[in-house]
């Protein structure tokens, strides 16, 4: 009889699981087990956030895989010890896992993968994560890309809504001692601040169902233009679910399609522009496996000559706190730490103003949102704050400032998504919200603070930076 180790990580799920399959397809036994190593993420250890969602999506796991008649060995150290460990202990001659591609994971998978199989064990890695992995999707000349459209008219290609992997439904496991509670992980906070995200999210498999459920609909039909917009739920949410693995962009697409060829063909909705955000996100992970260093390096080492300004804890702190005094930039960063999450075109606004009003560098952006987002990752954190500063690949051209009050009146003209997150501003006239300095009796009574710097000033100190930086 065959016994195999199924080792999880950011697959948390047990339907189109490509590991899980192919391990029950092949062999009589089998043990899942998560290793809880944050040290082995190198300069990018989950933040608290993540550590809060990982508890309750491993939590239910565990769940899940007891319907199974199953149970989720749960250790906690270094991840090759454990594994050999485990293999001693069951009689394993197999490990089955589904590929990451953060540049400290694919190092760390490697070098396990060379060990396991010089003991004789067989290694099997697979893709539960993307449609297609970042070496298969390739220019002309064999190479990476580094532009979003010619790379999604190639993935576009590729990809089509294929029927996702079922579930097992019941799972024939090894027992296996040692086995940790999930407390011992030390994830959730000691002083509770997590009431927010309670009360905003459900980790886990069926969360995610259900959260794909909402958005196919309630927001689907009208995505292009509601994703837009803060004070809505026009975009799916399920980009923590993405990450942590609870769902596979193939579910989604399949689930999508399906829906769309079922409903009345006069108000069928259009599936491409979802799809090319899901295809954003495949290209983020494109990037990062080819270019390793831009976590941390410019993408575009021109960029390297920028004059950020000198580190400012003080703005810093207002920024991270909401009380910047521009309404749009307040109310986003009140949301995300509350929520864990923030609007899409929000975290563009935040970050402009991070980045060109207060000069500060992106990395000082990155690491904050790394610590306070729920969907924290590495590949479209990295993305999005290099595409925002100007230095990452296929990025914002750096003269493009977002202005917060042009787009709060654009995107959020009620003022809806204000008075929800900036309570000291909800009584105050809609004339004057997006802009609550031009009326100082109104700030005075409401405790609002002033801008902390003038946005036409900054912008101009900003794009004559850039010209410092471009030379003559």
């Known amino acids: 009889m065959s016994h195999a180790i199924v080792w999880f990580r950011r697959d948390l799920r047990l ?24 040290h082995e993420d190198g300069d990018w250890p989950p933040g608290r956030a ?59 998978d490697g070098m396990i993968e060379r ?45 089509d809504a294929v029927a996702p992997l079922d579930p097992p439904t019941r799972l024939a496991g090894l027992g296996a001692d040692g086995s940790l509670p999930l407390e011992a ?15 905003s999210w459900r980790p886990g498999e069926q969360g995610a169902r259900e959260q794909l459920e909402i958005f196919a609909d309630d927001a689907l039909a009208d995505y292009a233009h509601a994703r837009d917009l803060p004070a809505r739920h026009g975009t799916s949410r399920l980009s923590p679910h993405l990450h942590f693995g609870e769902v596979s962009p193939r579910q989604i697409h399949r689930h999508l399609a399906e829906r769309a060829a079922a409903s009345d063909a006069r108000r069928r909705p259009d599936l491409e522009p979802y799809l090319r955000e899901l295809g954003w996100r495949e290209f983020a ?14 993408f575009h080492a021109g960029f390297d000559r920028f004059p950020w300004a000198a580190e400012n804890s003080a703005w810093l702190e207002r920024w991270q706190h909401g009380r910047t005094g521009l309404p749009l930039v307040d109310a986003g ?9 923030m609007h899409n075109r929000v975290r563009m606004v935040v970050a402009s ?21 729920v969907d924290a990752d590495l590949a479209n954190n990295t993305l999005g704050w290099q595409w925002v500063a100007g230095s990452g690949a296929d990025a914002a051209p750096y003269f493009r400032v977002f202005n917060p009050v042009s787009q709060a009146q654009a995107f959020d003209p009620d003022g809806r998504y204000l008075r929800r997150w900036l309570p000291e501003l909800a009584e105050v006239p809609a004339a004057v919200l997006h802009e609550p300095w031009k009326d100082p009796a109104c700030l005075r009574r409401s405790g609002y603070p002033a801008p902390m710097v003038d946005l036409l000033a900054t912008r101009h100190a900003a794009l004559e930076a850039y010209r410092a930086m471009r030379g003559p």
């Open 285 to 298: 992970h494109h990037l990062l496996f080819h270019f390793p260093a831009t976590p941390d390096a410019n």
């Open 185 to 199: 992980l030390g994830l959730l906070p000691a002083v509770r601040w997590d009431g927010g995200l309670h009360d």
């Open 15 to 38: 339907a189109d699981q490509p590991a899980l399959h192919a391990a029950c397809s092949a062999h009589e036994r089998v043990l899942p087990l998560y290793i809880h190593a944050p």
């Open 353 to 373: 103003f991070l980045c060109k009003n207060l000069r500060q560098h992106w990395r000082h952006g990155a690491r904050w949102f790394w610590d306070t987002l």
């Open 333 to 341: 960063m009140r949301e995300l730490r509350h929520t864990g999450w």
């Open 115 to 159: 060990a396991l199989r010089e003991q004789g064990v067989e290694v099997h890695g697979c893709n539960a994560s993307l449609w297609r992995e970042p070496w298969q999707v390739e220019t002309r000349q064999q190479g990476a890309y580094r532009v979003f459209t010619p790379f999604w008219r190639s993935l576009r290609t590729q990809i």
């Open 50 to 108: 993540s550590d809060w969602w990982l508890h309750h999506s491993l939590a239910a796991l565990q769940a899940d895989l007891r319907t199974c008649q199953a149970t989720l060995h749960v250790r906690q150290g270094d991840s090759l010890a454990i594994l050999q460990q485990l293999l001693a202990q069951t009689g394993a001659t197999a490990v089955y896992w589904n590929r990451l591609y953060e540049p400290a994971a694919v190092a760390r």
